[in-house]
């Protein structure tokens, strides 16, 4: 009957440990302890101020505003280093379970949609931004370094680590749409 009392215990890992003759007293002791878990990563919560946008003509900027292009809206928990994951979004086609680029992809092609549908994400670039604890604000011209991104669909991942421990945020994701910039209109005579 004894035993019946135990099993409860044992099955969350306790230990049993009978008296020394081996008699039917028995101790029960609580687990070792387990280690500490790892350093929970930053918080992070992305949003974007326009989906659709035009490339500026001039590169991203650190800290300035961008007067075209776009921003990237987050919030940290704690200051931490972000990555911005820039990648091209590309409509695609299950082919043996494996996704791959559907052929003929036009830019910003408006097709009905297979039922083998899926999306191929091919990395463009990255941005990395230093952020304060909390609401924080990156613009993005549409450019990384000098190269602007052509019209299309795109996919930005955040990601942010905290510089002391390393330990990484979950990553969050946003859709931007760069269209083609219209050229400016002359005066008329």
Excluded: W
């Excluded at 604000?137 to 549409?142: D, I, K, L, R, V």
């Amino acid at each position: 009957m004894r035993l019946r009392r135990l099993l409860p215990a044992l099955a969350l890992g306790a230990t049993l440990s009978l008296g020394a003759a081996g008699g039917s007293q028995g101790d029960v002791s609580p687990p070792p302890p387990t280690d500490p878990a790892p350093p929970a990563g930053p918080t992070l919560t992305l949003s974007i101020t326009r989906s659709h946008f035009a490339v500026a003509p001039a590169a991203t900027p650190v800290a300035a505003r961008a007067l075209e292009g776009t921003t990237f809206v987050y919030e940290l928990s704690t200051a931490a280093s972000v990555t911005f994951l820039i990648d091209r979004v590309l409509p695609g086609r299950t082919v043996g379970g494996e996704c791959r680029v559907r052929p003929g992809h036009k830019i910003l092609e408006r097709k009905p949609v297979p039922k083998n549908h899926c999306h191929v994400y091919l990395a463009v670039g990255t941005l990395t931004r230093s952020g304060a604890a909390g609401r924080n604000a990156t613009p993005f011209s549409g450019r990384i370094g000098d190269a602007a991104l052509s019209p299309d669909l795109y996919r930005v991942t955040a990601t942010a680590t905290d510089p002391a421990s390393g330990a990484m945020s979950a990553p969050r994701h946003a859709l931007f749409t760069v269209v083609k910039r219209e050229a400016p209109v002359q005066p008329g005579p």
